[in-house]
């Protein structure tokens, strides 16, 4: 099987290395944009599977998030947008414009793992701790 991808427009390096983090945990082939352009080129040459991703940051100054969801979605990719914080309005017209969720970057930082891996068809890794400490070099 084919690992899902996750393709993330995001001009912030911050929220580009968390979602391409989550990604990577999950077991996805993750794929970073700072521009619409090459992002549409990527859908052109290999276009989505129905389990692939693009998660796009509707806070972007680099592009227009309205217009990149839709260009995105004319390439037949579902969208998950992110914006900056509880924004209904920013929601609604995000999912107006194609994408298949629209949710607060809190969202990510509370149950991102969960969130992505429902939208990529993958499990949830399970939750580990780090290993007792020895007693030794203490």
Not at 22 to 30: E, M
Not at 58 to 73: G, S
Request: proline share 9%.
């Amino acid at each position: 099987m084919t690992a899902p991808r996750l393709l993330v427009l995001a001009d912030d390096l911050s929220w580009a290395t968390r979602l391409e983090g989550q990604g990577r945990t999950l077991g996805a082939d993750v794929q970073r944009f700072t521009t619409t352009e090459p992002l549409i080129a990527a859908l052109a040459a290999h276009p989505a599977a129905p389990t692939d991703l693009v998660a796009i940051d509707a806070t972007a100054r680099a592009y227009d998030a309205e217009a990149a969801v839709r260009a995105v979605v004319a390439t037949g990719a579902r969208v998950l947008a992110l914006v900056q914080h509880d924004d209904p309005e920013g929601r609604a017209s995000l999912i107006a414009a194609g994408a298949a969720r629209a949710m607060p970057y809190r969202a990510l930082f509370e149950r991102g793992h969960g969130i992505l891996a429902g939208l990529l068809d993958l499990p949830v890794p399970p939750v580990t701790s780090p290993a007792p400490p020895t007693g030794e070099g203490a």
